[in-house]
Structures are given as structure tokens and as C-alpha cells.
């Protein structure tokens, strides 16, 4: 295995999406995971992502190749000893996060810049672990990463400015534009989504309107992509329903109470996508089964 | 003067290193594979066998190390020092409208590149990728950048503006360019020796029939119209490129497959043209042989192929005003005896006529194809980009020195 500048520390969905995207920049990059099956199944979940690129003539087969040769599946953190950059995508839990870079900072050289990509997480509160606050810092990509064009680069208390023109470096070299952000309970994109969402729930659980309904006047009303539902569907309704957990913990603010509707469906199970089964329901692709609501 | 001749492309470098005292190229060769899993080193002295490495190379600064280690090693270089080395010239594909000749490479060109990206996606950052990796492996020496483009500088503005508000040629530059400026220009000189008259007495087309694929239309040795425009994409059918298409076709499609700009650009760059119709390969060869065999889609892609060409060739004809020279060059154009007879198939009238038995048996050499009668000399000519990139790469260094 080659000596990678680049390292990814959890393969899951975050971490297979940034590894790809490192790769498509041209860059190696070694994705570690806890074990090599859980490392190996992050590739095989990228190859998955380029096929279907592929199917919707984004990608081709020697572009999966080319993709696919540099990215390193790997159980072992000490890989991190060499990398000039890490970039942690684990559960968004501060425990786990705090003990991972408590372990880095011990690896890692002491010029490395640590990202840590999280939606809502204090950068300060995770910094304080390291004896290297400054080299930390945040970037909260949003999914899925290769082809959503901005990154939130979020400063904690004590990142560095060096630090801070790193991340933007590993920004433009994704490709990305950014903004920067000072660290406060879920920064600019989940703070605004979070409660928009919510409040299409409480429209939905009032019988306002359909689930499809409401998606509809919102796309074609403001021009959004995906509906305010269907768009917690696919960023699993579980990680909305935390996210909002965490900035009414955060900020003590009514208006991040989880709708009722939300706890329901996260209480049986139904995640969005990942399920099959959200606001809407979903094949093994992942693909819309009927524009039926499942709440009507 | 002993200048390294560079042409980048996504995962391979193609190099030469050419004595412009006596016009040989010293060595060339090939990195293929670049980034992949055991990518090659191909590298041929001109005085001794080639030679075959394989290792792993893992980016264009690794590619070109590589290279030049190769031409300064004991046993293969063809040089004693990397110091030898002169100047290097670089294939940029995009030069925009600024360029209408070759330029020395400095901080300020660099800039005028990026911005040059959108405008040749598949090629241009290649091509800065190659020109990094040799002001990193070979500082201080020279470079200078050959544009696809330059030669083209001269289509009066009917044949290069487009039908669609002004305003967007005035706001974004769009209007056609034309590519392969290198290989368009290196042989109409060539052909206008073959045929022994002064270029400019000649009415002239050029095919470049290659991996890419234009026709220009030489008016005495001008470029007065080409296939390609705004990007390599317009024009002819390709081994992976649409060529032209209605532009509502692409509208239709994004629509309905809910496609982004990028897939959208992919799919008619890489899945379109003779691989997209054949569903087989975008290799003319392989294209041939599976016709042959019955394959229907395959034989429609050639047809496709073929016809769109003879459309270009009669279009030309008719916008020069006659026609004195017909040159096939590039990858396909000097090897496929099928394509250049399928194409000059029942363009009698306009004075040609194949020699079927010469037209067999050419392949890569310099051959006049056509028969004695033709009024229209049919010319077989390879192609020599980076001749013509050497020669003005010296020409751009010497003019820069006191």
C-alpha cells in the first residue's frame, strides 16, 4: 500500500462519498474502518454509488477503474502516522468522536490537519481532547458528497488560520465552494433545513395536505429539488430527528421540538431511504416505488 | 535545439524528443495507464529496440520523472544530462480566442488556462496537469504551449459564429474554435509537397480521423472552415463524442432522465458516438470486424460514421468552391481502407476517384490513393503533431532570447 496524504476514518455513507470524491480528484486516499470488512464493504458501497453514475452516463467503466485503484481499504488507524490530512466521518456522537481524535492526536504528525466532518457538533468541545486545538477543525460536507458543491468549513475556537487555508485548499481541491463558519449549534445549512422540515411534518401530521402535495408546492413554489419530505427521507429521518435533538439541547428553542410524526416513524423504524419506508417508500435502489404517500 | 515534446491526456503521456537540427525525434514513447494498476513506460531510441517498463505511476509529476529518467539512462536515454534538454512544448488543446499562435508558458498563461477549462473539459486540465509536472521536474527550462486552436484564427466570422444571440458571443466567448490545428496544418503542407503545387494554389480538405475526428477546409493554405466549434464535440461522429446533434435532443434528455450538467456532458462526450450507437467499442477497427460479422448495430454505427463524414467532405467542397485535395490523416484516417472508401463512395462527381488496389494497401505511409484520372489528388499523409510542435516551440524560445 502506497503512503497516502489523504486518510478517511469511517466507511459509511459520509466516508465512501468523500473517499470517492478524493479520488476523483486524483488523490489517493486509505478509508479505515474497524475492521477490514467494514472498510471493504465502504468500496464496494462506492462501486456501487459509480455504477450507478455509470447507469446515468456520468461515469464510465475505466473512470471506475481509475477510481477505484486509488482508494486503499484499511482496519489499521496508524495509517494516519503519514497523512497530511484526515478527515474523521464517523457517527455523529460526541463521545465517539472525541475518543477517536484523542487517539489520532497521538498518531498523527504534529503538522496534520484533522477535519472533522459533522453537522452539528461543537469543534471546540471535540478539540479539547487533542493537545492540538488549533490543527482542528470542522467540515461539514453534506450528502451525497460528490454532488453536492458546497462544504461548510467550520472554525472552532481555537483553529489555527493555517489551518483554516488548509481546509479551504482540500475544498477547492474537491472541487467545492465553501463558506466559512463560526462555530455555533448546527452552523448555517442544518440549523435552517432542520426546522423547515419540521414544520413540513406538522403540516403533513395536521392533514393539511398530502406528503406528495406538500413536496410539490415546495418544489415548484421555491424551486427546491426535492421536497422538504422526501429530502429527510433520504437523510434518514433518525439523523434529522438527532440533529434536532441537538440544537434543542443546545439552544433550549420550542421550534426544534421533533414533530410528533417524526418520533412515530423513527419509533417504528421507518428511516427514509435507508429503509425503504419514510414519508414515502422506497425499492432496494433506493428509488421512489409510487409517488403514494405512506401516511395518507 | 533538443525540445521535449508533451501531450497529456487523462491517464497517459505521449513524449518525443526531437532535434530540430535534423527534424529526428531522439527517442519517443509513451506512459500509459497513469494512476491506474501497473501502468507502462513504452520508450523507443531511435537507434535501438524499444524498451517496456511497468511499474506504478501514480500521477503526471511521477509520469514525466519517469520520462526523463528514461531519456538520461545508461543503457535506453538518448541524451548524458536532463540539462540537454532545451525547451518543452506542450499540446494544449483550447487556446480561446486570445491565442492565435503558440506562447511561452508563464504565471499569467497559466491563469488564461484555467479559465480556458470549461471550454475543453476532457482536455485542458490534462494538459495544465503536464505543464505542472514539468515546470516541477524541469525547472527553469522553457515551455511553451502549441494550441489546437491557433490555426483556425482565420475562419471569417460567418463560418465561426453560431445562430443564437450575439450578446452570448460578446458575453462568453461562444463561437467555434476548431481543434487538431497541429495535424491540420502539418499536413496540408505535406500534401501540398506530395502534389508538388504552392499550398497556395490548393483547395485543400483535411480529414483527421483519430480517437477525435475534424475536417478543415484550406482555402491556399487557410483554414476557412472546420468540424469542430466551441469544444471538441461538434462535428463529426467519434469514437465516444456525439458530433452534431440538435441541441433540443440534449434538452429532451435532461429533462426526462433527470440529468445534471456533468452527466449530461459525460454522456455526450464518452457514451455518444460510435461506442454509444455500436454498443460494442468506440474502435473503428473493432467497429469494422463486428460489422463484418453481422452485427447490426455495428454496421449502423460505421455507416453513421462514414456518411456524416462524405456530408462534411461535400459541404466543404461547396464552401471552397472546388476541391484540388482530399487528405485522410490520424489514427483511422491512415489505416482503415474501409472508412476512406465508404466515404469517397459516389463522390465521382466532384472529381474523385479511388484507386480500390492503392486504397487496400495503404497504411501509414504517404500515398497518393486516387487514380491517375481523378481530378481530385486523394492523399493518404501520417500525421506529425509534435513536429510541429517542436518547430514552434524553438521558434517561440529563439524569438525570447536577446
Known amino acids: ?296 | 535545439m533538443k525540445i521535449l515534446v508533451i501531450n497529456c491526456g487523462s491517464s497517459s503521456v505521449k513524449y518525443q524528443l526531437i532535434d530540430t537540427d535534423n527534424e529526428i525525434a531522439l527517442a519517443k514513447g509513451m506512459v500509459s495507464r497513469i494512476g491506474m494498476s501497473a501502468s507502462v513506460l513504452t520508450h523507443k531510441p531511435h537507434d535501438r529496440p524499444e524498451v517496456k517498463v511497468s511499474g506504478e505511476i501514480l500521477d503526471h509529476i511521477v509520469a514525466i520523472e519517469y520520462v526523463v529518467s528514461m531519456l538520461i539512462s545508461e543503457n535506453h536515454g538518448v541524451i548524458k544530462d536532463r540539462s540537454e534538454i532545451q525547451a518543452v512544448g506542450h499540446r494544449v488543446v483550447h487556446g480561446g480566442e486570445k491565442f492565435a499562435d503558440s506562447v511561452l508558458i508563464d504565471v499569467e498563461l497559466m491563469r488564461e488556462l484555467r479559465n480556458l477549462i470549461e471550454l475543453a473539459p476532457l482536455h485542458n486540465p490534462h494538459n495544465i496537469r503536464g505543464i505542472n509536472a514539468c515546470q516541477k521536474t524541469l525547472p527553469g527550462i522553457p515551455q511553451v504551449a502549441v494550441f489546437d486552436t491557433a490555426l483556425h484564427h482565420s475562419m471569417p466570422p460567418y463560418a465561426y459564429i453560431y445562430g443564437i444571440p450575439y450578446v452570448l458571443y460578446k458575453r462568453y466567448g461562444i463561437r467555434r474554435y476548431g481543434f487538431h490545428g497541429m495535424s491540420h496544418r502539418y499536413v496540408s503542407q505535406q500534401a501540398a509537397a506530395m502534389v508538388g503545387k504552392p499550398i497556395t494554389e490548393l483547395k485543400m480538405i483535411t480529414c483527421h480521423l483519430g480517437n477525435g475526428a475534424s475536417v478543415t477546409a484550406f482555402d491556399g493554405g487557410v483554414s476557412v472552415d472546420t468540424s469542430m466549434g466551441f469544444t471538441p464535440l461538434e462535428g463529426l461522429l467519434m469514437g465516444t463524442r456525439s458530433g452534431d446533434l440538435d441541441p433540443a435532443v440534449i434538452l429532451h434528455v435532461m429533462a426526462h432522465e433527470e440529468l445534471s450538467l456533468h452527466e449530461a456532458n459525460t454522456l455526450l462526450n464518452k457514451h455518444s458516438g460510435l461506442a454509444g450507437i455500436s454498443g460494442v467499442t468506440s474502435d473503428v477497427r473493432e467497429i469494422v470486424e463486428a460489422a463484418n460479422e453481422g452485427n447490426s448495430n455495428a454496421k449502423l454505427a460505421l455507416e453513421t460514421y462514414c456518411y456524416r463524414l462524405k456530408k462534411y467532405i461535400g459541404a466543404y467542397a461547396a464552401a471552397l468552391g472546388g476541391l484540388d485535395v482530399l487528405v485522410f490523416t490520424a489514427g483511422v484516417g491512415e489505416n482503415s481502407a474501409d472508412v476512406r472508401r465508404l466515404t469517397c463512395e459516389k463522390l465521382e462527381f466532384l472529381g474523385i476517384a479511388l484507386d480500390e488496389t492503392k486504397n487496400k494497401e495503404t497504411a501509414g505511409t504517404e500515398t497518393d490513393i486516387s487514380t491517375s484520372g481523378s481530378r481530385v489528388r486523394v492523399l493518404v499523409v501520417p500525421t506529425n503533431e509534435e513536429l510541429v510542435i517542436a518547430r514552434d516551440t524553438q521558434r517561440i524560445v529563439e524569438a525570447q532570447q536577446p
Open chain 1, 1 to 296: 500500500m502506497p503512503v497516502a496524504k489523504i486518510i478517511i476514518i469511517g466507511a459509511g455513507v459520509m466516508g465512501q462519498g468523500l473517499a470517492e470524491a478524493v479520488s476523483s480528484s486524483g488523490n489517493e486516499v486509505i478509508l479505515v474502518d474497524k475492521t477490514t470488512k467494514l472498510a471493504e464493504r465502504g468500496i464496494k458501497g462506492i462501486a456501487e454509488s459509480i455504477d450507478r453514475e455509470i447507469h446515468k452516463w456520468g461515469l464510465t467503466q475505466s473512470d471506475k477503474k481509475a477510481l477505484l485503484a486509488r482508494i486503499f481499504p484499511s482496519s489499521d488507524l496508524s495509517q494516519a502516522e503519514d497523512a497530511e490530512t484526515v478527515i474523521e466521518a464517523i457517527p455523529e456522537d460526541l463521545q465517539l468522536k472525541r475518543s477517536l481524535f484523542e487517539k489520532l492526536d497521538a498518531i498523527c504528525r504534529p503538522d496534520a490537519v484533522l477535519i472533522t466532518n459533522t453537522g452539528t457538533l461543537s469543534i471546540s468541545e471535540i478539540a479539547a481532547v487533542t493537545q492540538r486545538p488549533g490543527k482542528i477543525i470542522g467540515m461539514h460536507f453534506l450528502n451525497p458528497v460528490t454532488k453536492i458543491p458546497v462544504v461548510e468549513i467550520v472554525k472552532g475556537l481555537k483553529t489555527d488560520d493555517e489551518t483554516f487555508q488548509k481546509a479551504v485548499e482540500f475544498a477547492e481541491l474537491l472541487n467545492k465552494k465553501w463558506i466559512t463558519v463560526i462555530e455555533y449549534p448546527g452552523y448555517v445549512t442544518t440549523r435552517i433545513i432542520v426546522p423547515l422540515l419540521n414544520e413540513a411534518m406538522h403540516v403533513l401530521m395536521e392533514g393539511v395536505a398530502t406528503a406528495d402535495h406538500i413536496d410539490e408546492a415546495m418544489k415548484l413554489g421555491f424551486g427546491f429539488n426535492v421536497g422538504p419530505l422526501a429530502l429527510a427521507d433520504m437523510m434518514g429521518l433518525d439523523v434529522v430527528m438527532s440533529w434536532m435533538e441537538n440544537l434543542l439541547e443546545e439552544l433550549s428553542e420550542h421550534k426544534y421540538n421533533p414533530c410528533p410524526l417524526l418520533r412515530k416513524l423513527v419509533r417504528a423504524g421507518h428511516l427514509g431511504v435507508k429503509t425503504g419506508k419514510g414519508f414515502f417508500e422506497y425499492d432496494a435502489d433506493g428509488e421512489r416505488i409510487s409517488p403514494k404517500s405512506t401516511t395518507e
